[in-house]
């Protein structure tokens, strides 16, 4: 059903989704309907959406308030977000935080729909997610929904996720050679984003010895 022009009512077996260019909301129990697998929708002369669900029927009249919520990401992988808002992983799995705030609605009743490389999700209740991407550049963004259908801003920020180990190899000196004194120890490193190593020298102490960041040629 459309009321008004450009607003459609969707009845589903997740409450009535009202649908508005490219955001959604559902209504569900919480926003008073008996029950939230919504058989019918019949809009009456004044104005009156009726709402039929397998737990009985109600009538609903959107309130208005045009005081849209705020959001922020606050949270990658339970670390802090960088100021430039780009985040670089080894992992295929992130997790993401956010908050959002409305003076009109209580935060148990905003939903939130998260965009990943342009496309957006269903709506979720909670202020957390955990994706999984490929290797390459993501865009992230997020965005929250009041009660009274407001849309935020969205909150954005890129995620590089790059899963491949570097390919390392000791070049001098030559597995099984007999060393005495001092020595030079020379390998090559294939990685397009080499950013340290470590070396480990054992003996019957198991010594460590851990080196800081170097130049991609050892």
Known sequence: MESPAGVYWLATNKGLRRIQGDFWYDLTITDG????DVHTIELDSSGNLWIGTTEG???LRPSSNPNPPAIRITQIDEDDIPDD???????AFVTIDWRAGDIATDSSRLQYQYNLNGQWSETVKQNTTTIGLENGKHQFSVRAIDHHFNVSTTDSMTIIVKTEA????????DSGDIMGGEFYI???VVDDDFAAFQLFISDITRLTIKLGKLKSQL
Request: aromatic residues 4%; positive net charge.
């Open 85 to 91: 808002r780009i985040y670089k992983t080894g992992r």
């Open 166 to 173: 570097p390919d390392i190899s000791i070049v001098n000196p």
């Open 57 to 59: 029927m109600t009538h």
């Open 33 to 36: 309907l008996p029950g939230s």
């Open 186 to 188: 020379k390998g090559r």
